[in-house]
């Protein structure tokens, strides 16, 4: 909530420099146009609605990035937690598992996001994301609440049959939970984290590198600048990003400090619940004022008729591995592929 | 890939150089306002009219210079000159790498074909996860946190061939096209 209100005073101010700077109109016309006589002068309410619109999306990107940065933070304590802070072996398969996921099915998800509808993949992807982040929050809780039975290595130690590659095993896995119930539930927190993170970072790809774009184009129709528009969507959207990086771990970590892990995961999952409305209500608002979302281009097999279509997809490598190498083929094919390149090394 | 911020690496180096976590709270903060001065920079350099391609390119080679320091400071015998280097360079550094990751991300949004715009991203996500891992396979192979000087230097050639990258492949390419 903090993070909201901070995104919104920032906003103001930005709102207020790009007035000055374009002159009387306030608006961000392009003022050539406009002295060409091109373009009649935007009508205040549609500005207006224009300005809205991007309100509604910081609305939901600040309340969307705080609960899942306020869960990535509160999951890397539970985990540390449930071996009684004695071992950092769920922490690391955690993460472990998170990196692996979005590097084999990065790919994957991206082409799903260009096959589907602009609406669907967005409410598909948000609703599974934050359920999942809920079901993992009641998960800690329930395992927080239970009482474990640790494996401990040196109960295994004066066994003189097992070899030094089991003794070396033993000795990784010491002071982990080992009863049956321990082990399934934080099977499932690593699924249900590793497949919500997935979906989160493919959901920032759908609003990030193609809603975004879409307003801008919304925004260009309608006589503003698009660069400028694009420029301020990105300048605002990574400060929200870097206010919610910087604050939710603070308040999580304050609130750690005063009550009790479980309730910690409770109020983490009762975050989760409130992102979701509100973001579920802030992506209908904007699908459905901004009529240039519904129209999408998608790769020449779609348009082909169904029969086709079908023997196409047949055709077509299916399998993972090969979407992979088929994404990556893409991917390269990109005249920006250096700078892509580039991002990644640092 | 870079090692050289506040994630979990460099922490467990200044906790094992007797750092207290409220420290690194304070220094991890301050490392996020500095990336936040950033952004506001990026805004002030476009309203300028610098070009996407050359702020991405003065970003990246500011960043350089920051870990530079940090490299360098690596062989100040004084250990405790040596870690304050370590760190205001990473501090510095990370003004270079939001106006970086601005850059690419608007010149992404422009260049890249409406049909493929999720399976570039998505590629993009993978690529930048299979870096994340390699860094964290390294933690594997050198656990040692006297060996950290092996993580700088990695992290440092990174950048510098990021930057030699973002050189030859955009910044001395044919402009991509601009927007209104």
């Keep these: 909530m903090i993070a909201t209100e901070q995104c919104l005073g920032n906003k103001s101010g930005v709102g207020e420099r790009s007035k000055l700077l374009n002159g009387s109109n306030g608006c961000g016309h392009n003022e050539q146009q406009v002295a060409n006589g091109s373009l009649p002068p935007l009508p205040g309410n549609e500005c ?24 990535q933070f509160s999951i890397s304590i539970f985990l540390a937690a449930f071996t009684g802070y004695k071992s950092l072996f769920l922490v690391s398969t955690y993460g472990l598992f998170s990196g692996l996921s979005s590097c084999i099915f990065g790919s994957f998800m991206g082409k799903y996001v260009d096959r589907t509808g602009r609406i669907y993949a967005a409410k598909f992807l948000l609703l599974s994301q934050n359920s999942l ?4 929050t009641i998960c800690s809780f329930l395992l927080l609440s239970h009482e474990p039975k640790y494996f401990h290595a040196n109960q295994y130690e004066s066994d003189s049959t097992s070899s030094a590659f089991i003794l070396w095993l033993h000795s990784r896995v010491n002071n982990l939970p080992c009863d049956s119930i321990s082990i399934f539930f934080l099977l499932i927190i690593h699924v249900f984290g590793v497949a919500a993170n997935l979906l989160d970072e493919t959901f920032q790809v759908a609003i990030e590198k193609d809603w975004i774009v879409v307003l801008s184009q919304h925004a260009n129709n309608r006589g503003l600048k698009q660069a400028k528009y694009l420029t301020d969507i990105n300048v605002m959207m990574k400060q929200i990003d870097l206010s919610c990086k910087l604050l939710s771990p603070t308040i999580v970590g304050i609130g750690m400090a005063f009550c009790d892990l479980r309730v910690v995961s409770i109020l983490i999952g009762i975050l989760n619940l409130i992102s979701i409305v509100i973001e579920y209500i802030s992506t209908t608002k904007i699908y459905e004022k901004v009529p240039e979302l519904a129209i999408k281009i998608r790769s020449t097999t779609e348009l082909l008729p169904k029969s086709q279509q079908q023997k196409e997809r047949n055709q077509e490598p299916s399998n993972n591995y090969c979407t992979k190498v088929n994404g990556f083929h893409t991917y390269v094919m990109q005249p920006i592929v250096f700078g892509g390149i580039s991002l990644s090394l640092l | 890939m870079n090692v050289l911020t506040f994630g979990p690496i460099m922490t467990a180096f200044l906790v094992s150089e007797g750092f207290s976590m409220s420290l690194i709270g304070v220094l991890r903060g301050v490392s996020c306002m500095m990336g936040l001065f950033g952004t506001f920079l990026f805004k002030h350099l476009s309203l300028m009219g610098m070009s996407l391609e050359s702020s991405g390119f003065w970003a990246v080679t500011f960043q350089f210079t920051c870990l530079s320091l940090s490299y360098f400071s690596l062989y100040i015998l004084d250990s405790l000159q040596s870690l304050i280097g370590l760190i205001v360079g990473v501090c510095m550094s990370r003004v270079g790498l939001w106006i970086f990751d601005i850059s690419i991300n608007q010149l992404m949004q422009i260049s890249v074909k409406e049909d493929v715009r999720g399976i570039v991203g998505g590629t993009q996500n993978a690529i930048n996860a299979f870096m994340g891992v390699t860094a964290f396979a390294l933690g594997l192979i050198f656990p040692d946190p006297s060996d950290f000087h092996i993580y700088v230097l990695t992290g440092y050639l990174a950048v510098g061939l990021a930057a030699t990258n973002w050189y030859f492949g955009v910044y001395r390419k044919q402009p991509l096209p601009k927007l209104s």
Excluded: D, N, P, T
């Design chain 1, 133 to 136: 982040v809920i079901l993992a």
């Design chain 1, 48 to 71: 207006e609605e224009i300005q809205q619109i991007r309100r509604i999306l910081y609305c939901s990107h600040a309340i969307a990035k705080f609960a899942e940065r306020a869960w």
